[in-house]
């Protein structure tokens, strides 16, 4: 309650047309519309995922989407993703609506899924290799990409050499490879232990600052999403939506160091306000 | 250092306690006046072993015997990598045949190797066709099942990578499915040897399998013992070689190394 107030100029309803805030700035690299997507279980009941998702997302943007198991954040990852399809609504990236997954845009899982009979460096190189480019430039890209996470001494390692988050690197290589527009992040660190998983997430800001992308990075912990993001989508389950877009004013580069900033407290106070006291249902509070 | 030294230890305690079992097995044989009818002694085997080598009596049926595994065994195999890739890369025909399949596998094939004789007589080729078969649905099964084992988040991200069917296929299904289909080789070795002395206990002109029951009919069971040890010297060849294939195409699965750097 005492964030609330401080918040309050920052924030605004999800319903609220993004406008007030993208004005001067190009078209939105993804345009979300009206997004809806229902499921149906296999007991035969009707599960609303996503009901009326609307975000813009400008080029060059950080999105930190938050929100508690079953509001549907991996599920709307993966519909921008091109593996599922919506039910309803409008998903436009580049002005193209997303059927299929795309050539420039890369994605990194929660499970490293890197293929375990192949090299570290090969694994980096799948993406191009699937467009037959077998180039020496991609080759030198690769090696440059792992170099950047600390791994150039791993390139002909086999990923069961490394510790996970040595894989996760790796599978952010992979995914930097076709030198994507829109890097899509489901959850990359939840598997990690939480030291390993701070020093990812200064790497990943750090590798951001190098290569401008759009991120969609989706999480269930709130000072990760306020760390790494220029916004907090905050979304409710049952049905999954956005109940809050939450602009993060701290300034960049940011470190460790603003976690322990006045403001950053502010913000994840706020987010947690939105969650309620009473039912965390798997938000790390 | 430390762990080498500690499984040569255990290795020197597995040797040690195999001497001490037939220690204990030939004194309590001598002490007690067994009947070489009923246990033989150790001792009794070996010599057997021996003189069945001196003789030469043994080659002909060992060479019998292991052209039959042999060609059963890659007959079986062949034929159940082949039908398993094409069930697999057809969910149609999965999906008419393999329960059919699943139907036939609780048959036992022993049971119809009596048939097999009749079919194709008392030579190699009726032993050939047992041991194939019994070879064969285990390695059927492990590629079906092995190709459902592809884990899903892997094929999500070839998908998203944009990888067509076939390089999905190429690059993650079918080594994917190597881990069960080595599984199932490593079965079909031990069932391969079960397979063609079967088949020669129904009826045959030579073989080990032939051999035991002569040698059975004539109470000779130090000598029954003595085949058993080639029989199973067999089996742990063929074994011992799908395990070292193994490890050479399925590296990665070494579950019990940790990590190298941590």
């Keep these: 309650m005492r964030t609330e107030n401080a918040v309050q100029g920052q924030v605004r309803r999800a319903d609220l047309l993004p406008s007030a805030q993208g004005a001067a700035s190009a078209a939105p690299l993804i345009q979300i519309a009206g997004l809806e997507k229902r499921f149906i279980t296999r007991s035969g009941e009707p599960v609303v995922a996503l009901s009326n ?60 899924t890197l293929l375990p009979w192949n090299t570290v460096l090969s694994n980096v190189l799948l993406p191009v290799q699937l467009k037959g480019d077998r180039s020496q430039a991609v080759m030198d890209r690769a090696k440059r990409l792992l170099s950047f996470v600390g ?5 002909q390692k086999y990923p069961f050499e490394l510790s996970g988050g040595m894989q996760q690197r790796v599978a952010i290589c992979r995914a930097l490879m076709r030198e994507p527009r829109v890097l899509l992040m489901d959850e990359p660190f939840g598997a990690l232990d939480a030291m390993t998983r701070e020093t990812m997430n200064l790497e990943l800001m750090r590798l951001w600052s190098e290569e401008r ?29 956005i109940s809050e877009i939450v602009d993060v004013d701290l300034g960049r580069p940011r470190s ?16 947690r306000a939105i969650f309620g006291s009473d039912s965390p249902m798997g938000v790390s509070l | 250092m ?45 010599g057997k072993l021996v003189s069945f080598s001196v003789s030469g009596l043994i080659w002909p049926h060992l060479y019998a015997t292991v052209v039959e595994i042999i060609v059963g065994f890659l007959l079986g195999v062949v034929s159940g990598l082949v039908l398993g890739v094409l069930l697999s890369l057809s ?39 047992v ?35 076939w390089q999905t296929l190429v690059r993650l299904r079918v080594p994917s499915a190597l881990v069960l289909i080595f599984a199932g080789l490593e079965i079909a070795a031990v069932l391969a040897v079960i397979g063609a002395v079967v088949g020669e206990f129904v009826g045959a002109q030579a073989g080990l399998g032939f051999l035991i029951v002569t040698l059975n009919f004539n109470l000779d069971v130090p000598g029954v013992f003595a085949v058993l040890i080639y029989l199973s010297a067999i089996g742990l060849l063929l074994h011992g070689l799908m395990r070292f294939a193994a490890r050479r195409y399925i590296f990665w699965i070494r579950r019990n190394d940790a990590p190298v750097v941590a």
Aim: hydrophobic share 50%.
């Design chain 2, 91 to 129: 969910p149609l025909v999965e999906r008419l045949i393999y329960p059919y399949i699943v139907a036939l596998q609780t048959l036992p094939k022993v049971a119809i190797a009596p048939l097999f004789i009749i079919w194709f007589g008392y030579g190699l080729t009726s032993k050939v066709i």
């Design chain 2, 131 to 165: 041991s194939a078969l019994v070879c064969f649905f285990p390695v059927l099964v492990s590629v079906v099942a092995g190709f459902h084992a592809t884990d899903k988040d892997q094929l999500d991200m070839m998908k998203a990578f944009g990888a067509s069917k």
């Design chain 1, 53 to 112: 998702v609307n975000l813009d997302i400008r080029e060059n943007e950080f999105i930190s989407v938050v929100g508690p198991s079953g509001c549907g954040k991996t599920t709307l990852l993966r519909i921008l993703a091109g593996l599922e399809h919506a039910t309803g609504g409008m998903v436009r990236a580049g002005g193209e609506a997303i059927s299929a997954p795309r050539d420039d845009v890369g994605i990194v899982f929660q499970q490293a």
């Design chain 2, 2 to 46: 430390k762990p080498q030294a500690f499984s040569n230890m255990h290795r020197l305690q597995k040797v040690l306690f195999g001497i001490v079992f037939l220690a204990l097995w030939e004194a309590a044989g001598r002490l007690f006046h067994i009947s070489d009818l009923v246990l033989p002694v150790p001792s009794a085997i070996v």
């Design chain 1, 256 to 271: 460790l160091q603003t976690m322990s900033s006045a403001r950053f407290g502010e913000l994840c106070g706020h987010i």
């Design chain 1, 151 to 155: 791994l150039g001494g791993f390139v």
């Design chain 1, 213 to 241: 992308k759009t991120v969609v990075f989706i999480t269930h912990s709130i000072p990760e999403a306020v760390l790494l993001g220029d916004r907090v989508i905050v979304m409710s389950p049952r049905p999954g939506r």
